[in-house]
């Protein structure tokens, strides 16, 4: 694996760096979001509507931009989803009013779960696969999420002290909080000067950009020959996120404030621990891929997973519910490079960075709708539990589609190993 990420290019490097700088900023804002949203005034039900609206607002944004990006240009375009980041951030710092935060989230780049939002995954996904071998790219796919998992893991820690320091030194709860949400903006501008110095090798090739697709749906999407595998893909990651909506981290941190009570600083050190293990098992999950290939390795680490997010909400106390959380986290992203790899090399090379977006924008999509009733449920102390039944089971039911649908349909390195 070490060879593979010493063959990247300065481009490659860069691309970690923007990856490593927007998961932080994502995990600092998922611990403290809807604590924030709550103590500005708005109820658990408005927060969920919130919610819903920056990922649909997300959805939306990311369908345009990545479907583009290979014609019009991927660093304009992620200079542009940079900017909206650091917009949404300065607006939900700025205001409380409610129609001004969901016109915020729903035009900006807000991330509640501590996990991709926008376009710039999409992006960078096509970019790096075009620079690196077939039999490297699930192994750098797995160090570019656990740079993610450890950035996520190091912003919910900072969030959680930053907090905890202000509030010791007189400032008001809201304001603490509300200083997260600036550092989240600034972020955002670090971005845009970052993307700003990627070179012109990570645009898409020049053939790729001047060939016109037939169809009206292939000029729009940016599909030509891969539609079929990218909408049957597409609608899976969509069932799947739908229920990983209703225990995003924002949520899920307040279950714990609401369960146990747990505070701010010590959410922080939490999640720091849980994305750190969900980091790590990255790194497992290309070796595992090696042996028993990519589709098995998803479906085989995400089902028991998801058996471990249904038994969380079943613990009487903090240190046990805590277990299960990091337990579930060290084997929950195992699919996470192994699905992106798998969607890069199952579909044509000049289609990649509109296959990642059509299938991250699904996945974003399905995620959109659960923070509503999520908010719902939380509204009423008795159903505070319910969402993570929910999410299990609608999440066990995306791997036995997937593995049903997916199973024979092999990844060149794994065809040139079979025969096939």
């Known amino acids: 694996m070490s060879s593979a990420l010493r063959s990247l290019t300065t481009d490659g490097r860069l691309l970690f760096a923007t990856r490593f700088v927007r998961l932080f900023a994502y995990g600092a804002l998922s611990v403290v979001l809807v604590l924030y949203l709550v103590t500005l005034g708005l109820s658990e039900t408005d927060a969920g509507l919130l919610l819903t609206a920056t990922l649909?607002?997300?959805?939306?944004?990311?369908?345009?931009?990545?479907?583009?990006?290979?014609?019009?240009?991927?660093?304009?375009?992620?200079?542009?989803?940079?900017?909206?980041?650091?917009?949404?951030?300065?607006?939900?710092?700025?205001?409380?009013q409610m129609w001004l935060l969901v016109a915020a989230g729903t035009m900006g780049v807000i991330s509640p779960s501590g996990q991709e939002v926008g376009p710039f995954l999409s992006i960078e996904q096509a970019a790096l696969s075009q620079v690196v071998a077939d039999r490297d790219r699930t192994h750098v796919f797995a160090w570019y999420t656990l740079g993610g998992s450890i950035a996520t893991a190091l912003g919910a820690l900072a969030a959680g002290f930053l907090t905890a320091s202000l509030q010791t030194n007189a400032w008001a709860t809201v304001d603490s909080y509300r200083a997260v949400v600036v550092m989240y903006a600034g972020l955002g501008a670090v971005l845009c000067l970052l993307f700003s110095r990627a070179s012109a090798a990570v645009e898409a090739p020049r053939s790729a950009r001047s060939e016109q697709p037939s169809s009206l749906v292939a000029r729009f999407a940016g599909l030509h020959r891969s539609q079929a595998v990218v909408l049957r893909l597409s609608g899976l990651f969509a069932l799947d996120s739908f229920g990983g909506g209703f225990v995003v981290q924002s949520f899920a941190a307040y279950w714990f404030y609401l369960r146990f009570g747990v505070d701010a600083k010590t959410l922080g050190a939490l999640f720091f621990a849980a994305n750190v293990f969900a980091g790590l098992s990255a790194l497992a999950a290309s070796r595992l891929a090696a042996r028993i290939g990519l589709v098995n390795t998803m479906v085989a680490t995400h089902l028991p997973s998801n058996v471990l997010l249904m038994l969380i909400p079943l613990m009487p106390t903090l240190p046990l519910a805590t277990l299960l959380l990091l337990l579930r986290f060290s084997i929950s992203q195992m699919d996470v490079p192994t699905r992106q790899s798998y969607t890069m090399a199952v579909v044509a090379p000049e289609e990649r960075a509109a296959a990642s977006g059509i299938t991250g924008v699904a996945r974003t999509a399905g995620a959109a709708l659960s923070p509503l009733f999520a908010g719902l449920l939380f509204s009423h102390p008795s159903l505070i539990s319910v969402p993570f039944f929910i999410a299990g089971t609608l999440k066990i039911t995306y791997d036995l589609l997937l593995f049903r649908a997916f199973r024979a349909l092999k990844p060149p390195e794994e065809s040139a190993i079979t025969g096939r």
Do not use: E, N
């Not at 375009?77 to 951030?89: C, E, K, Q, T, Y």
């Open 56 to 96: 649909v607002g997300d959805a939306l944004l990311s369908l345009y931009i990545t479907t583009q990006a290979d014609r019009v240009g991927r660093r304009r375009m992620l200079i542009v989803g940079a900017s909206l980041m650091a917009a949404a951030g300065i607006a939900f710092a700025t205001t409380r």
